[in-house]
Structures are given as C-alpha cells and as structure tokens.
C-alpha cells in the first residue's frame, strides 16, 4: 500500500515524496491516539486517521509544493517541467526530518502497542495458525487496492489521474485542472499510506522511525515494479515480501533485508526499466 | 472578431521566440499560419492555448481578455489545440482519447452524437476503438488528434503541423476533413503548416511567420500568387 501511493504519486507528478514514509507512521500514531481519546477500536479509528493523513497530503500541496514549483518555474522562465528539481527531493527529506522530530516531541520515543479486540485472537488455516491483526491487514490491503484500481480504470476523474500521468500538457489542453488533479492523487496516496499505518499498528510496535525504516523497502518496491507503475507495485509488492521471507526462512532472518536489496540489485541490473516497465 | 492576438512577444528559456505577433481569426474562419521552421508557428499556437506565457501583449476571444487564464479555462471557453506530436493518451484506447476530448462536457447524448460524427468523418478510427492510441499509425494518430479536438465542441481549433510526416494522400485525406469540419460545424481553424499549398488551398486568409515576426498576411489567394511566397516555400 505504501508502495503503490509512492508509485502513483511518482506516476502522475514525476514527485519523489522521501517523507512518505512519515505519513505512513502519522497513519499509526494517529490511529492509537485517537482510539485512546475515543475509547474506540482502532479498527475503526484507522479509517479516520487515514482520511487525516490524506487532508495532510492535499494541504502539503497547497502550502509547500504549488508555491515551490512556482517559484522554481519562476526562475527557469519555462511554463511546464516535472517535480524533479533538487528543491523538491531536498524539501521531502527536510519534511520528513520535522515530522519524526514533531512525533518524537508528542509522543515520545518510546515504542508504543496498539491493543483491539482482535489481538488475542488467531484464526487456523490447516495447520498454521495466523493472528486475526495480519489476516485483517492483508484483506483490507486486498480491498482498499482493488477500489483504487477500479477507481483508475473506471471512474471520470480516475481516467483524468490517468491521463495527467501519461502526458500533462495534453490533459490541460482537453481541459483536466492539473493542480485538482495533483491534490486528489496526493490525497489518495497518503491516505494509503495513513491506512497501511494504522493496519500494521496491532501488528507491530510503533516508534517514530518507523517510517524511515519503511521508505527504502518502498522504493525498492516502486523500482522493481517500473517508476509510476501501480500495478507493478502491487505485484513488486508481494514477490518481495514473499522473497524476503522465504529467505528468511532459508538463510537466516538476519539476511532478510539484504535479501530483498539484492534483489533490486539484480533487477536494476538485467531490467533498468522494473519488471513491468513504466 | 472571434480571435485576437494582439502584438504578443514570447520568451522561451530566455530565448526571445516571438518578437511582436498579432493575428485575428472571425467566426467560421479558416486561417493559414505559414513559415519556415523554427519561425513560432508552434509557439504562437502554444501560446494561444495558454501553454507558454505572454511577456507583453495580450490575447482575447470576443473582447475578453484571456492571457492570464491557464490552459485548462481557456479550453472550458472553447479554445482547442490539437498540438504537435498529436497530444494523445498512448495508454488509453481511441474510445477513451474521444471521451477524454469531451472531458468538460456533460451531455452524454451530444457526446454520442459526436463520437458519431468523428467516426463518419474517419471510419478507421471506428474499427480501432479498442485499440490503444499508442499503437496507431502516424495517420490515424493525427485523425484521431483532430478528433479528439473536436469532441471538445471547440469554437476555435487549432492544428499544429497536422501533415508533418505523412504520405501525401493521408495528408489530402486529412486536410478534406477538416474542410468539411469548418463547412458542417462551423468551427473557426487556425492552422499552422510548413505545407503551404495544402495550407494556402483550404485556407481564407494566411500570415506568413518568419523569425518571430508576422511579414506578410493577406487573402490565401493572392499569396498564392505572389511571386515572393511563390519562390520560398512553393518553389516554383
């Protein structure tokens, strides 16, 4: 899920966003918090925390990245370029070092457990045994990616995120507000992103570099799938987590993180382009 | 007048492309920009269409002033460039392109209605529309290129170069169309051609653009006749 808003946003903006991963980790923390003060599961606050984490995503664009882009635009004298000048790449990774710092004021660095109902409870499939926390996880990715694939394929303003993607001047001349369209595609990958926090919250401890620990996977993940491509991503997604832990299995779970690196590696080597190409 | 450009100079990259461009299109019009390569053709057309920026002079459409608008509102108001290098979705199909084209418009049965037309208008683009836009020929990309415009139920098209690179009878083909589409929609076209016979021989009037300047305008008519046009670009 991380993977795929990193993708799409890369897709449609040409935008490398280093803080995604902050938003991921806000998604969690947001999601605790807020079932704390409600006194509600976080099952359901996540859905909430997520749409947060998504309004956050639009208001980045208005306040940090429109006047970013305009001012460099400024200076080129050029109308038209993508977000891959080094002022963007610089103001994600400053923004990601505000957020943990802002987290690590708030909430403290002390790794934090996120209790449901769910978490005692373990479903048997055969002979495995599974925690309810993970099946959940997996159908809710299932359904939340399947919804924005239908939502790409399917709906107006889909089809308008689509063609802002595969060429911009093209869409402002068909009249598409490229700006309403970068603001949704940033509001729908956070909220992923805010929504893959708050599922992994019963899973594992939260702690505020989570999300620095997350973004490297996640590009690895975006790379091998093809840059922009979200159903890459989708499929780049899984063949890693499945790789990582097979070899887990196999070569020791010290290896594992080296094993999906090394993997990267050798895609960028034989197919520069990702399995799927852009 | 449906169109004017008044007297717009144009940077690009701190390159000045256009020095001092004016031009004026009426209603039901078909006007010819001709020139040499690298003249502005393609700029001015860009410029219109809210693509580049003025940096003095102004543009409007019926007296409104319309330089500071971006792209996306001045094609709301009618102004539809078919650019050059077409300006298609390569990864969607021809039927999605056109639905695409009539991305502002929310009345389905019009819509259909011209999806009808372009389709009577170019029956190839019928039999490949399922067809991904990427995968078309250069000539079929261009029809469906001026298709799509059209879907936009434009009041002023402009075609950028839409006979670069096609074999003559594509290009006979393609500039038919687009007479009948002036004739039975009454759409005004500014066309912007380095084929300037085609260009001069559906066209009312033209300008001739050189190094960023308007250096001759007139009826097609008469620059078809004259001698300098006849030497530069007829070669005769």
Known sequence: MIAVGLTMIFGVMRFSNFAHGEFYMLGAYLTYTLSNYLKTDPYITMFVAALIVGLLGVALNKILIKPLYEAVARARGTAMFYFQDLNFILMTIGLSILIVDLVLVIWKPIPIRVYTVMSDSVIKIGFLSIGAPRILALLIALISLSTLYIFLRKSRIGKAIRAVSQDPSAAMLVGINIWKIYDITMFVSLTLAGLAGGVVGPIFNLYPNMGLDMIAKAFAVVILGGMGNVMGAIYAGFLFGVIENLGGLFIGTAYRDVIGFLIMIIVLWIRPQGILGR | ?236
Request: no cysteine.
């Open chain 2, 1 to 236: 007048m449906l169109l004017k450009v008044d007297k717009i100079k144009v940077f690009y990259d701190k390159a000045l492309i256009l020095k001092e461009v004016s031009l004026e299109a009426g209603h039901g019009e078909i006007i010819a920009l001709i020139g040499p390569n690298g003249a502005g053709k393609t700029t001015t057309l860009k410029t219109i269409a809210g693509l580049l920026k003025t940096s003095s002079g102004a543009i409007y459409l019926e007296n409104k002033r319309i330089d500071h608008e971006p792209p996306y509102v001045r094609a709301s108001m009618g102004i539809i460039l078919v650019p050059e290098g077409r300006g298609l979705f390569p990864k969607m199909s021809v039927e999605e392109n056109l639905e695409m084209g009539a991305f502002l418009r929310k009345d389905v049965d019009e819509i259909r209605k011209d999806m009808e037309f372009v389709y009577s208008l170019f029956p190839v683009l019928r039999e490949r529309r399922r067809q991904l836009a990427g995968t078309l020929s250069g000539g079929e990309q261009q029809m469906l290129a001026i298709a799509k415009g059209l879907m936009a139920r434009p009041r002023i098209l402009m075609l950028d170069e839409p006979s670069l690179g096609l074999a003559p009878k594509i290009v006979d083909h393609l500039i038919d169309a687009i007479s009948q589409i002036n004739r039975e929609k009454k759409i005004t076209i500014l066309i912007a051609e380095q084929n300037v016979y085609a260009a001069l021989s559906i066209s009312e009037r033209a300008y001739v653009l050189e190094n960023g300047s308007i250096v001759m305008s007139g009826s097609s008519l008469e620059l078809l006749e004259n001698p300098v046009i006849k030497r530069s670009y007829l070669g005769l």
